[in-house]
């Protein structure tokens, strides 16, 4: 059974910086994509980023691009998100994900991903 679960988030103010975890089990961590998503409530669920199985390849969304980093350790079966300059708009639950297939680049596209996470809360005041 594949599990992801998130750690890391909590209440930062404006211009602060946090990282989750995530850490996968349940399934061959290297040789799959993995991705982070965010939803805000009364929003639909949004792509923030994604990173091959090696990690040589990273997409990024544009309103986190510059800002947050994306990283994974196979060693640890974890992805991590660091997050910096954090702005109010960035509050959401923060969700990691893994396809089922194992493709040679990632996709921010959330239809392409089958396991979830629990999600973990960031909540960025002004």
């Known amino acids: 059974q594949v599990q992801l679960a998130e750690s890391g988030g909590g209440l930062v103010q404006a211009g602060g910086s946090l990282r989750l975890s995530c850490a996968a089990s349940?399934?061959?961590?290297?040789?799959?994509?993995m991705g982070w998503f965010r939803q805000a409530p009364g929003k639909e669920r949004e792509p923030v980023a994604a990173?091959?199985?090696?990690?040589?390849?990273?997409y990024y969304a544009d309103s986190v691009r510059g800002r947050f980093t994306i990283s994974r350790d196979n060693a640890k079966n974890t992805v991590y998100l660091h997050m910096n300059s954090l702005k109010p708009e960035d509050t959401a639950v923060y969700y990691c994900?893994?396809?089922?297939?194992?493709?040679?680049?990632?996709?921010?596209?959330?239809?392409?991903?089958?396991?979830w996470g629990q999600g973990t809360q960031v909540t960025v005041s002004s």
């Open positions: 349940g399934l061959t961590f290297s040789a799959h994509n």
């Open positions: 994900a893994a396809p089922k297939s194992q493709t040679y680049l990632p996709t921010l596209n959330p239809g392409a991903y089958d396991y």
């Open positions: 990173i091959s199985r090696t990690g040589n390849s990273i």
